[in-house]
């Protein structure tokens, strides 16, 4: 059995990248790869302290040769790809070198404008980078790099739920309008686009994750001039996530910036309406077909939430369905491999369901 390693600064938490990244490795694994993981932060096989964001210093390449041993496949979850701690990806890369190996690339230097000094991501003639959204792989050619673009996929069936017992957890009655925000607090998170809708259509605005990089302050200033009522964090224990949008009635992505967003499939495949923010890689997504609610008005949300029309979440999840099913991934992810000199393996034959290693949907 050919064996793939999944390596990233933190694996196996709810960020975007640990998410997506579990769902690579559920698709390796249906086709036929021994999978392992590596990272600086986490549940995984190989902890290197030296990757993480924040390491002190990076790890030194005999690690990393080590950690990576006996890897027929190296997947790269973004450490060479958003320059958080530049020494370690120069390490991860050293050790990747002539290697099949699929630098996955979430976010890019240059769409953060912090880092937008910085060069693009090493490559090499063994590599293939994927990306996941156009956007991304459009600006990687202009600078020279050759990618392929496979979108985030989702569970199309995740475990249900709990609506009531959730409520009442958060003390939300069953006549309250819940606008949750499925996201962190950062700047580029918009939190004061999505207390506005909340503000707009007499709801209560609910933040689901916590404030990052430094942003803590100025969210306490946003949030303690809102009025409507706020909630923050995940109510209880249980599948947070899920119980966020069982027990919700609207779903904001106000955000400026994000590689994808995957609350913009989420709230389709959990049939809630979604308000979401001109964030360019929405536009992309708004290409297949999905019709969401404008953060610039919210009279079309306000005459929506009036007079409900199901055939809107209908639409929205056959959308999902048709174009980011998981079970879609191994075919997608093995088209990627294609061509690489790798040990024989299952070639990309399709799941045709998911199996106990499925991951959720988030």
Request: aromatic share 6%; proline share 10%; hydrophobic share 45%.
């Amino acid at each position: 059995m050919p064996t793939a390693a999944v390596v990233s600064f933190r694996l196996g938490g709810t960020d975007g990248v640990s998410v997506e990244a579990g769902k690579w490795q559920w698709a390796l694994g249906r086709l036929g790869f021994d999978v392992f993981t590596v990272a600086g932060q986490g549940p995984v096989d190989h902890l290197l302290p030296g990757l993480s964001i924040d390491a002190a210093r990076p790890p030194a390449a005999a690690e990393v040769a080590g950690a990576l041993a006996g890897a027929d496949l190296v997947v790269v979850e973004n450490l060479c790809s958003l320059p958080l701690n530049p020494p370690a990806a120069a390490v991860v890369a050293g050790a990747c070198r002539g290697r099949p190996t699929v630098l996955h690339h979430h976010d890019l230097p240059w769409q953060r404008p912090r880092f937008a000094h910085h060069p693009p991501p090493p490559d090499d003639p063994a590599w293939r980078h994927v990306t996941i959204n156009d956007v991304s792989r459009v600006e990687l050619g202009r600078r020279g790099i050759e990618a392929i673009t496979v979108h985030n996929t989702f569970d199309m069936n995740p475990a249900p739920g709990r609506r009531e017992a959730t409520r009442r957890a958060l003390g939300v009655g069953d006549d309250v309008r819940l606008v949750l925000q499925p996201t962190r607090a950062l700047v580029r998170k918009n939190v004061a686009g999505g207390l506005a809708l909340a503000e707009a259509v007499g709801g209560t605005y609910w933040l689901l994750g916590p404030p990052e990089d430094g942003f803590g302050p100025e969210l306490h200033r946003v949030l303690a001039g809102a009025a409507c009522p706020v909630l923050r964090g995940p109510a209880g224990a249980g599948d947070q996530v899920a119980d966020a949008y069982a027990a919700c009635d609207v779903v904001a992505l106000p955000s400026t910036w994000e590689g994808f967003g995957n609350p913009a499939v989420e709230s389709a495949v959990q049939r809630k309406p979604l308000v979401i923010g001109p964030y360019p890689v929405a536009a992309e997504l708004a290409t297949f077909g999905f019709r969401w609610f404008p953060l610039a008005d919210h009279g079309p949300l306000r005459r929506w939430l009036v007079a409900p029309e199901p055939s809107l979440l209908d639409h929205n999840r056959a959308v999902a369905e048709r174009f980011f099913a998981l079970t879609d991934l191994p075919d997608r992810l093995g088209r990627v491999l294609a061509g690489l000199p790798l040990p024989r393996w299952a070639g990309g034959a399709a799941a045709d369901a998911l199996d106990d290693r499925a991951p959720g949907a988030r």
